[in-house]
């Protein structure tokens, strides 16, 4: 049994399946968990907009609070601390008197830099940092044997029924959007989904679509002349991205739901994206993920910048997509696709760029999936994933809102268009500040 042991939480928030927190709880005579908002994380990016948005930065905040009162109900609780974790993590387990700190290992290059000055600073002060695995359905030591048939999944842990003592810590407020120089977004009843951070909301999604909803069935149905559109995907992204949701825990789900509902296409696609997920992780453990450095940008490329991440670049597909995840933080593969090679082949912008304006406001931004679909829309021949072959954004556009109803929803004033010109290019539009930027 170890004495006092630090569990710093990263995007590993919840209580179940948690390789981190079950040692934990199982190993520590007394246990504090603790949560880090580190600053660099709200910085502003180079390019001038904020490098975690408001709508992803209140999905965490509420992801985090929602944890921490599950920790309480489990007679434990969460320090919260607005630092970065290589000076907070060593300051704290020298306060609690703490010789091993445990975390769940993140993959993402910036994360793993982190993770290894937060080891740096603790072993030069006699203490040590030990890491447990958690973000994929495969586990990392069974990697060997996973192939896109024959892979191996191991059951999911269980909630720990009790948790050991806190040490006599202050816990700390818990920062609000204020505190991180941001605004409360506006909620625009136009979004598909207005999600609440937290293991408890994501539950409930997971329970909606799959269960309630019975989508997992048809999540491989092709668009038909009756229902244009493709089924609703899960949407349960934003929850795998802080772990509020076990991608394992899923994984179990959809096999229940084999047994329960039905095994067929729309299983074994759903499985693959779980897979693709993994497959990204793997990319970043085997070093195949490069840092995102954000380039410097003249006053040329900042205004095709600006209009792109603003929607006012005239291609109205693109630009009824750009604003959709301005306004909700959310956007659908499909329009991910579009807007990315748009951004790379049409505006001839370093990708980079738009992988930190996705990072800024999607919901669910994960650097490992973003960076290995953002170098294959570029084309990069050395990313993880094949270069694709660039992509018309017109036609893809066409193609994805035949009916020119995503367009109308965004682009409202584009509305009385007859749908054979709603589509059409129309000039770009200079954007006028982020003040103005809400179009209604
Ligand atoms: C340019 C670009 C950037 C992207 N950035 C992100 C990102 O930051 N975070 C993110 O989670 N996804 C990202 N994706 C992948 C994909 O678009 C989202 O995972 C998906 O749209 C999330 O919706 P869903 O939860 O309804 O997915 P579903 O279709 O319901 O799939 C279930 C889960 O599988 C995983 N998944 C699905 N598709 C993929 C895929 N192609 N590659 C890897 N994992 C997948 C996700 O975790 C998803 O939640 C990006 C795609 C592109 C083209």
Not at 254 to 259: A, D, N, S
Not at 423 to 429: E, K, L, N, S
């Amino acid at each position: 049994m170890a004495d006092v042991v630090l569990y710093w939480l990263r995007n590993d928030l919840r209580l179940h399946d948690n390789e981190a927190l079950a040692w934990a709880a199982a190993h520590g005579a007394a246990v504090l968990p603790v949560y880090c908002f580190d600053p660099r994380q709200f910085d502003r990016t180079a390019v001038g907009f904020p490098a975690t948005g408001p709508f992803r930065a209140r999905f965490l905040i509420e992801s985090v609070a929602d944890l921490r009162a599950s920790l309480e109900e489990l007679g434990s609780g969460l320090a919260v601390r607005v630092g970065v974790p290589e000076q907070v993590l060593p300051r704290l387990a020298s306060e609690c008197g703490a010789h091993l700190v445990v975390a769940q290992q993140e993959p993402a290059p910036a994360d793993a830099a982190i993770e290894e000055d937060v080891r740096a600073e603790l072993e030069a002060d006699g203490r040590e940092l030990r890491l447990f695995w958690g973000s994929t359905i495969v586990h990392r030591d069974d990697r060997s044997a996973a192939g896109a048939e024959d892979f191996r999944v191991r059951a999911p842990l269980s909630v720990p029924r009790a948790f050991p003592p806190l040490p006599n810590i202050a816990r700390g407020r818990m920062p609000t959007l204020g505190d991180l120089a941001l605004r409360a977004p506006e909620q625009d009843p136009r979004a598909a989904l207005q999600p609440r951070g937290g293991e408890a909301a994501g539950f409930q999604r997971l329970v909606a679509w799959m269960w309630t909803g019975n989508a997992l069935g048809a999540y491989a149905d092709e668009p038909t002349p009756e229902r244009p559109t493709t089924p609703d995907t899960s949407r349960l992204s934003p929850w795998l991205a802080l772990g509020c949701l076990s991608p394992r825990f899923v994984h179990a789900q959809v096999l229940e739901y084999e047994r329960r509902r039905v095994r067929n296409a729309g299983t074994r696609a759903f499985v693959a994206a779980l897979l693709a997920r993994d497959a990204c992780r793997w990319a970043a453990l085997d070093g195949r993920l490069p840092l995102l450095d954000i380039p410097a940008v003249g006053a040329g490329e900042r205004r095709r910048l600006d209009a792109w991440r603003t929607g006012r670049t005239g291609l109205p597909f693109a630009d009824a997509a750009l604003r959709e995840l301005r306004l909700t933080g959310w956007l659908g593969h499909d329009a991910r696709r579009v807007v990315a090679h748009q951004l790379v082949h049409d505006l001839g912008l370093d990708w980079r760029l738009g992988a930190a304006w996705f990072a800024s406001q999607l919901l669910d931004h994960d650097a490992c999936i973003s960076t290995a679909h953002w170098m294959a829309a570029a084309g990069l021949p050395d990313g993880p994933l094949a270069p694709e072959p660039r992509l018309d954004p017109l036609a893809a556009g066409r193609r994805l809102d035949p009916t020119g109803a995503t367009i109308r929803r965004w682009l409202p004033r584009l509305a009385p268009l007859p749908d054979d010109a709603i589509h059409t290019p129309r000039p770009p539009q200079t954007p006028s500040g982020e003040s103005t930027e809400r179009t209604t």
